[in-house]
């Protein structure tokens, strides 16, 4: 199912810009293994779902698929042949804002090969430039 | 301490900041800080690849060889780059080897249950490192579960076994793992049906409708 927020306070919001990098959801916490953003981009909840459904078919039940991010920034666009002018268009999708740095899935209860394997297919349904990424050292 | 404690040549950094830090760095070396024990804070940097190799291997206490003499030094803190993995700064407190210390300690799982072996059912390991309560040379590198022993369908961290001389100070009743049964319905094509035309409910609309009335 599309993710999208249950509640919201307001029905539209400005674009706004994507700079910095990730400082924030930066490591793997949940898995073992994730796949890591390098790019910025609003990632859509279409793009998301399409990810999850590939790695769990890829899994076939092994294995536990973490989504990281949630798309709870609305998006408007106007429709085609709409002329400019007359307000904000409603809300065409909704998208998750990306930073580079930023964890966007995380699998546990696999092999590093399978787990690379399951990545690599996310990865083709993003975007954006993602790489691998383990766990971090812990002190 | 399982390993005779490696030791670390260090040099002095007389110029200090974030410029001079990105210096170091260019130069195969990391920033770190020595401090602790009512003496003042030395900034010194460590060989990257020899630091970096130990601390993968679970070692947090080093000697540290500076040119005043050689302290015994434990791994307080990481600082992590912009893409949060890469270690860029190291924190180190010196320590005797009798002082009593907390430190988060790698958890190095083996095998799995049986029953893991079932279609749907997933062994998720829930923490991947404990802090354990000990003294400066009783710190473990890892700790070595082995889940072909696990009882029930679950392993909590009092049921762990710990090398002698540490306490977990993490609670007792904290899951270390667990078996996870995988639904049906959490599959692709089930959960791949049309989102219904559902939109989020907004919380100020009512608001505008009663400013509108008034």
Known sequence: ?139 | MSHETPTLEAHLRDRLGSRYAKRVRATGRIPAVIYGHGQDPVSVSLDAKEALHFLHQGIHVFQVATPSGQETCLVKDLQFGHLGDNVIHIDLARVDLDEEVEVLVHLQFAGAPAAAAKSGVVLTHVLNEISVRCKVRDIPESIRVDLTKMPGDALHVGELPLPAGCVAATAKEALVAHLEFVSETAEGEAAEAPAATATPEVLTARKEKEGEGA
């Open chain 1, 1 to 139: 199912m599309v993710m999208m927020p249950k509640r919201i306070r307001f029905r539209k919001q400005q674009r706004g810009r994507l700079r910095g990098n990730a400082t924030r959801g930066n490591y793997v916490s949940f898995g073992e293994f994730g796949l890591q953003a390098l790019e910025h981009h609003w990632l859509s909840a279409r793009q998301i779902d399409a990810g999850r459904i590939a790695a769990q078919h890829y899994l076939r039940r092994q294995g536990k698929v973490f989504i990281r991010v949630f798309p709870d920034k609305p998006i408007s666009k106007k429709p085609l042949e709409q002329r400019m002018g007359k307000g904000k268009a409603e809300t065409a999708f909704w998208a998750a804002r990306i930073k580079p740095g930023t964890v966007l899935f995380e699998i546990a209860g696999v092999p590093e090969d399978i787990a690379r394997a399951a990545m690599a297919r996310i990865a083709h349904k993003m975007p954006i430039r993602c790489r691998f990424v383990g766990r971090r050292i812990a002190v």
